[in-house]
């Protein structure tokens, strides 16, 4: 520990003695780093969703598109192909819930209303259309309030109750809590029984394939579809729009998602049963399948991770550089050090420890500027309304990935200058 | 003096310090390779903001009737009716089931001859007869949907426009489409009553963007109807003006009237990649800026290392000019070492991603330029040393501290 210290101490007065020349070696590490923490909050707002949903929720799905899947292959829009394989028609749908195999399911498609706050005037509303069962299956935190209930589905006629995402209450309501509020949609009022709450910088699992006005939208039962007759963004094989939500409902088209959680047993055998009399392409996939579909981000933002490793890869080598050069230009003191006693290996560690201390003054000065990084990202780039967030994960991951580029730009200057005899180092004093 | 001669202590000197020389090297290959992807990328998002979409953008408005309860669909079409009566009065106008250029996404129908070959995956585009006239359309070859408007004789086929891509892609060559027999997964049968010069009505961000098929439909939902009016040049204020008049005159209250010139520059995609290639070129920027302030910093211990060396250089009759045309040549010949690693790297590199995008293409200009890039950087961080260098005084040589 002692030893720690004493070379720490004499890392900090190398470091201090050319300060202009260590400023440029931690800031080379924090730009590349802030850019690197960007490239990675940017590709985990769309991966890595393992674990959001329980095991016991299926999505009812077919095969995607082999058409669409090639058509849709290598484009930024890679994953729209298999979008194709989610979406079940209203008589399916009524089908299985008459099962009453399901302990709770719901529908889930998104379509776009006139209407908002009573107060103000009514523009262009996203709206979910789902079931109670919904915040049950997919275990929905609350910011404020809480969810309509099965008992407000089966009333006659339904309760009129909606929930709003916390994006859309951060739009219509700036943020503050909206419970109790009243808001029109499609000409009917319904009072905000609560705000959901957004995962930091990540999209839900349930939120792919019913973008794009999948986040900030406001939730309404699927009792009320008759009466609303939405008209969904996503259909497929795509609906007529123009024949209106009574066609639709007894149309063959798939046009939502249903999801479901069954009970361990017999319940997913005799619901693949009822869904193989119903059609044979249909399939029962459970929550875990469809999060491995997105361990990897869409292809635009792989990529840009790709080049932000390569910036980190160019930071590292010039990092290896300028460490080579400051130790060789301390050839005399090293000498000094080996001539009184100082072996191989304290050089080498004291050396080491200059480039992980460099490296990790670096990553933390880096992450730093990944906020601002990130905010401008967030800006310029308004892919999907979820803000990005640099969660634990990532700073983790970061410290870590730049541990050992300290340690690999640290290895090779402290190994040349270990490894020269101090006989060298002292005749050139 | 003769550059030949300079090479010989130069490739000396290389395999002299050959651990700091392959760094330079090999952070000069990666930030090559680096470089090349970005720009790759900076071209793409650039391309995509500004894909020609073959319509005129500067004539097109964009008005909505939001009915602010659902409306039977029969009551839609109606209102649809009045509407175009009142619009088409104004400018050319069309019903159509969506605006250009929009933020929302959709499937493509896969169209296929009737008489058999293959099938092409082409975005439809359901609209009142008028559409041609109202987005400005180029109809090449045949007529509008308006001068055809109806089935065939025996009601089966409906008159149906298709681009010029997708005439070829179908039938070879354009002018064979017309009369042509198709079916298109989402709208069943259609003739083929012209072609029209390509037009990207999503934009350029679609796969396949100038591939369309324009179908005849009452383009209403229970919500919302949306119309196109081109209006002639220079008077597209007025035609909104009129356009707004005329559809909230028309005692709907219970309908939101938006009446708006076509932007390009506010849609969700237009945002998207500029904002694109602004990131792109900070990151461009950065890992140029890394590697040339890193090669600064090192001008004083480059210069302090071999002060020896040029004091001699001096000392046995070397100008000040031929010691800066050493370091220069030194750099020149490096930063080729690193680029030659870095070209057979991006090459690699681009393998990789395009099996990731492949719209990722590294072209030979891109390359041309990056290399252009790193020469003039090296050259730009090899003056500061060599200038530095040139100072030492032939003395130099005979110190020994």
């Not at chain 1, 009466?227 to 939500?245: C, D, I, K, T």
């Not at chain 2, 004789?153 to 017309?178: C, F, H, K, M, S």
Request: glycine share 8%; with cysteine; aromatic share 8%.
């Amino acid at each position: 520990m002692t030893d720690v210290r004493y070379n720490l101490r004499l890392v900090g007065k190398s470091l201090r003695r050319d300060p202009w020349f260590t400023l440029v070696m931690v800031l080379g590490q924090a730009l590349s780093v802030s850019i690197f923490v960007t490239a990675l909050t940017t590709s985990q707002r769309y991966a890595n969703m393992t674990g959001q949903v329980r095991g016991d929720v299926f999505r009812v799905e077919r095969d995607p598109n082999a058409a669409l899947m090639r058509f849709y292959r290598g484009t930024q829009f890679e994953v729209f192909g298999e979008f194709s394989a989610n979406y079940v028609s209203v008589p399916t749908v009524r089908a299985l819930g008459a099962t009453g195999l399901p302990t709770a399911s719901t529908v889930n498609f998104v379509s776009v209303a006139t209407g908002g706050p009573v107060e103000g005037p009514a523009n262009r509303l996203p709206v979910r259309f789902c079931d109670a069962g919904f915040f049950e299956i997919f275990d929905v935190a609350f910011r404020y309030g809480g969810p309509f209930t099965r008992a407000d589905e089966r009333t006659s006629p339904p309760v009129p109750v909606v929930v709003l995402s916390d994006l859309l209450n951060q739009k219509l309501y700036a943020g503050a809590d909206s419970t109790g509020r009243t808001i029109r949609i499609s000409g009917r009022d319904f009072r905000v029984a609560g705000v959901m709450r957004q995962r930091a910088g990540k999209l839900n699992l349930w939120d792919f394939g019913v973008a794009p006005e999948n986040i900030a939208n406001v939730v309404v039962p699927f009792a009320f579809a008759d009466v609303l007759r939405p008209m969904p963004v996503f259909s497929y094989p795509p609906v007529a729009a123009n024949e209106g939500w009574r066609a639709i409902a007894e149309s063959p088209s798939g046009v939502t998602e249903y999801w479901l959680r069954l009970p361990a047993g017999e319940a997913r055998t005799q619901i693949e049963a009822v869904l193989a009399s119903i059609g044979p392409q249909w399939l029962l996939r459970s929550a875990n399948e469809i999060a491995a579909r997105f361990s990897k981000p869409p292809p635009p933002y792989r990529i840009f991770v790709i080049l932000t490793l390569v910036v980190l890869e160019v930071s590292v080598i010039n990092l290896m550089r300028m460490l080579l050069a400051k130790a060789t230009s301390r050839a005399a003191e090293i000498g000094i050090h080996r001539a009184l006693g100082a072996g191989r290996n304290v050089i080498f560690m004291r050396q080491l420890l200059e480039g992980v201390v460099v490296s990790m003054v670096g990553s933390v000065l880096g992450l730093a500027l990944a906020m601002p990084t990130v905010t401008m990202f967030d800006r310029l780039i308004p892919d999907l309304p979820v803000r990005l967030a640099v969660t634990p994960a990532i700073v983790a991951t970061t410290l870590l990935i730049c541990l050992l580029a300290g340690l690999v730009s640290g290895i090779y200057p402290a190994w040349r200058i270990a490894s020269v005899a101090p006989t060298r180092y002292l005749g050139k004093i | 003096m003769n550059p030949s001669l300079e090479l010989g202590p130069i490739l000396r000197s290389l395999r002299h310090h050959k651990g700091a020389f392959s760094l330079l090297v090999l952070e000069v290959a990666l930030g090559f390779v680096m470089l090349t992807h970005t720009m790759i990328a900076i071209r793409n998002y650039y391309r995509l903001y500004v894909h020609p979409v073959g319509l005129p953008e500067d004539q097109l408005v964009i008005a909505r009737r939001r009915f602010l309860h659902p409306r039977d669909i029969e009551q839609a079409r109606g209102a649809a009716r009045v509407d175009l009566a009142a619009l088409n009065g104004i400018a050319p106008t069309a019903a159509l089931d969506t605006a250009p250029l929009p933020d929302a996404a959709a499937f493509p129908a896969v169209l296929a001859p009737r008489a058999g070959g293959r099938e092409v995956l082409a975005w439809p585009l359901y609209a009142t007869p008028g559409v041609a006239g109202a987005l400005g359309l180029d109809v090449v070859f045949g007529t509008g949907l308006d001068a055809r408007g109806g089935a065939d004789a025996n009601g089966a086929a409906q008159p149906v426009l298709i681009t010029w891509t997708v005439a070829e892609q179908l039938y070879g060559t354009a002018d064979r489409a017309l009369g042509q027999n198709l079916t298109g997964s989402t709208f069943g049968t259609g003739r083929v009553v012209g072609v029209v010069r390509d037009f990207a009505f999503r934009g350029g961000w679609v796969p396949a963007p100038n591939s369309f098929v324009v179908v005849p439909a009452q383009a209403v939902t229970e919500h919302e109807i949306i119309y196109v009016l081109r209006a002639p040049a220079g008077r597209r204020a007025a035609v909104i003006d009129a356009a707004t008049a005329a559809l909230a005159g028309t005692a709907d209250a219970d309908a939101a009237i938006e009446v708006k010139r076509l932007e390009r520059e506010t849609t969700r995609f237009a945002q998207l990649s500029s904002g694109a290639v602004i990131i792109l070129i900070w990151t461009g920027f950065l890992v140029v800026a890394v590697a040339l302030a890193g090669s600064l910093a090192l001008a004083s211990f480059s210069v302090a290392e071999r002060t020896r060396q040029i004091g001699v250089r001096r000392a046995l009759g070397a100008s000040r000019g031929e010691i800066v045309r050493y370091f220069l040549l030194e750099n020149l010949v490096l930063t080729t070492f690193g680029l030659a690693l870095g070209l057979g790297l991006a090459a690699g590199m681009n393998q990789m991603v395009r099996r990731i995008m492949a719209d990722m293409v590294l072209t030979a200009d891109l390359a041309l330029l990056s290399m252009a890039v790193f020469l003039t950087t090296g050259l730009l961080s090899a003056l500061v040393p060599a200038r530095r260098a040139a100072l030492i005084p032939p003395w130099a040589a005979t110190r020994t501290l």
